[in-house]
């Protein structure tokens, strides 16, 4: 069988999500309204907080939800569908509730992303496009901000397009990465289908062309005066990159009163060659030359060699940045809190685990964010059900899930709710910001996370307290379940 030109992503499921929306169709559920949250268990890399990411793929997923007549012809080839499972699909759409906090957004453990309340068949088959969309944009642009933090106001650009997991994971991984403060890509299609900015240099095999690494730089700076960022590791940084990039700017460049340039390390002691070759640069005049280091970056190589004195202007992180490599998958799950009655009433809905991460928060939740009135900073954020309102003009007690006994008082702060609605009984009510706009808006409000949640190692636990009326429903589910 050929595959289609263009996939339908509709059937981009898990098997199960098929087999139990025709459970729930032959059962008579399809229809029941069901809550279903997206959370994560626990930060990548130990961090203090992660970055929401992977909304307007979403979008627009949900828009597009629909069954291609191969697609049921497909599934009647299996014999496992009821025909009237089968007629329902053919005139399948999404029509539904969905809210989320929007891209960019620091989050933290066990609270929701993204919910979902839609009748049941609708709600369960969209579980896998939700969990790998937000599960991938979310790790990137997570890793992406501990590396720009690394960097310390530095540039940052993703270099890891060759050594993405397939296609979509480097054009989407670019955007996620930009979402995460990385300031470009060397990925050339996400700059034409996000905006994501594009740029690069050169590779070995350039100076390798040619007869001498001069007539390569020479050639270069020639081709593209304004954006000579020449490669100087070919063969000796120190002994002949370094001194024929100094030449070939001095007899290129000069004449034409340029003196925007750049060179590019990608081996060695990054630390002990770019002091070297920063101050070969400046005692031939070139002090406005900016250095530019790759070759597997992450957040504590580039931390290190900052420390060390390097002299580096910016950074091309590739593979580790990617496919996340030190704890590539995020984590995100899928998990029914509550269940509508015809008569409106929402039953809350819990799953239990021996492993107390994997207990869910149940019910149809609101999230909050306090946020101090005094300092601007981020407090703690608040977990409460559907129909609570917050006040926030007092003082307040907020509970510690995780501790019965241990309470917080919280006063002199503004409260904001996370979640946006996004769709409304099927139809988009969101009106997608820009990508320059979801990368300002994570900057501004990583801002208001104390230094001590941004810690790379040990940082202080943030809290996400429940309510006084949802720890109690969730205690006597537990008490009742167990």
């Known amino acids: 069988m050929e595959s289609k030109e263009k996939l339908n992503l509709t059937m981009l499921c898990d098997f199960y999500e098929l087999t ?21 268990r626990q930060c990548p890399d130990g961090g203090g907080f992660a970055i929401a990411a992977g909304l307007e793929q979403i979008i627009d997923y949900i828009q597009k939800l629909h069954f291609d007549p191969e697609d049921i012809a497909y599934l009647r080839e299996r014999n496992l569908f009821s025909q009237q499972f089968l007629d329902y699909l053919a005139n399948f759409r999404f029509t539904g509730d969905i809210w989320a906090v929007p891209e960019g957004t620091p989050i933290f453990p066990r609270e929701p992303i993204l919910t979902v309340r839609a009748p049941a068949i609708e709600a369960q088959l969209v579980e896998t496009f939700l969990l790998l969309t937000i599960n991938h944009q979310s790790l990137i642009a997570t890793k992406a901000n501990r590396v720009v933090r690394a960097a310390q106001g530095r540039t940052v650009l993703e270099f890891g397009s060759r050594r993405a997991q397939g296609a979509d994971a480097a054009i989407l991984g670019a955007r996620a990465a930009f979402i995460g403060g990385c300031n470009g890509t060397a990925c050339t299609i996400s700059d034409q289908l996000y905006g994501v900015y594009a740029g690069g240099t050169m590779a070995h095999a350039w100076v390798q062309m040619f007869d001498s690494e001069y007539e390569a730089f020479q050639a270069y700076c020639q081709l593209y005066p304004d954006n000579a960022t020449l490669l100087v590791d070919t063969y000796n940084t120190l002994h002949s990159g370094v001194p024929n990039a100094i030449r070939a700017f001095n007899e290129v460049l000069k004449p034409l009163g340029i003196t925007k340039c750049g060179i590019r390390l990608d081996s060695g002691d990054m630390a002990y060659l770019t002091q070297q070759a920063r101050k070969m640069l400046d ?47 995020f984590g995100g799950v899928y998990k029914l809190t509550a269940v509508e009655q015809e008569d409106g009433t929402i039953l809350p809905k819990i799953k239990i685990s021996e492993n107390v991460g994997k207990i869910t928060n149940p019910h ?15 407090i703690a954020d608040y977990l409460c059900v559907y129909d609570e309102t917050v ?31 996004v769709f409304q009984g099927g139809k988009l009510v969101y009106q997608s910001p820009s990508l320059k706009e979801i990368q300002a808006y994570c900057k501004a409000q990583v801002d208001t996370l104390w230094d001590e949640v941004k810690r790379f190692d040990n940082p202080h636990t943030y809290y996400v307290d429940l309510s006084r009326k949802l720890w109690e429903i969730k205690y006597n589910l537990l008490k009742n379940h167990g």
Do not use: H
Not at 364 to 378: E, I, M, P, Q, S
């Open 20 to 40: 139990m929306g025709n459970g729930y169709f032959e059962k008579g559920f399809q229809n029941r309204i069901c809550y279903f949250d997206v959370f994560f």
């Open 283 to 329: 005692d031939a005049g070139w002090q406005d030359c900016k250095i530019s280091v790759s070759n597997s970056l992450d957040e504590y190589i580039i931390q290190d060699i900052l420390r060390q004195g390097a002299k580096i202007d910016m950074f091309g992180v590739g593979e580790r940045l990617i496919t996340a490599r030190s704890e590539p998958v």
């Open 391 to 421: 006040d926030d003009s007092g003082q307040m007690e907020i509970f510690d899930p995780e501790a019965t006994w241990k309470t917080k008082t919280v006063y002199n702060f503004t409260a904001k709710e996370l979640q946006v609605p």
């Open 364 to 378: 149809f939740k609101k999230l909050y964010r306090f946020y101090g009135n005094d300092t601007g900073k981020a």
